[in-house]
């Protein structure tokens, strides 16, 4: 059963949304620079004038701690339920609220 909202309920979820989108978007931009700086570590002697044996770690670390924030920051802004399908989830399975409203996606 699908919950009727008001207009400023609405509005709120609206914004909670795009803020989650964006932490969601930056988050996944370290997360593939992160990525990138492990790979070259693990075939070069220095990275970007950096050790290799600094490099390596760190980024092994902040490809560790991303992937999981990734996982733990995307929840419906109305429920905080987990959306376990990544971008493409178009509704809530638990309290049912569409993101295609909020500028999401339409699949």
């Given at each position: 059963m699908e919950?009727?909202y008001?207009?400023?309920?609405s509005?709120?979820l609206?914004?909670?949304y795009?803020?989650?989108?964006?932490r969601?978007?930056?988050?996944?931009?370290?997360?593939?620079?992160?990525?990138?700086a492990?790979?070259?570590?693990?075939?070069?002697?220095?990275?970007?004038?950096?050790?290799?044996?600094l490099v390596?770690?760190?980024?092994?670390?902040v490809?560790?701690?991303?992937?999981?924030?990734l996982i733990w920051n995307w929840?419906c802004?109305?429920?905080s339920?987990?959306?376990?399908k990544?971008?493409?989830?178009?509704k809530?399975?638990r309290?049912?609220?569409?993101?295609?409203?909020f500028?999401?996606?339409?699949?």
């Open positions: 919950h009727e008001t207009a400023e309920e509005q709120e609206r914004l909670q795009r803020r989650l989108l964006v969601q978007q930056v988050a996944g931009v370290v997360f593939f620079l992160s990525g990138l492990f790979g070259s570590a693990l075939n070069r002697e220095t990275v970007v004038g950096l050790s290799s044996a390596g770690p760190l980024a092994g670390l490809l560790f701690v991303t992937f999981f924030y929840r802004p109305a429920c339920f987990l959306l376990l990544g971008f493409f989830s178009t809530c399975p309290c049912k609220l569409s993101f295609t409203s500028g999401g996606p339409t699949g």
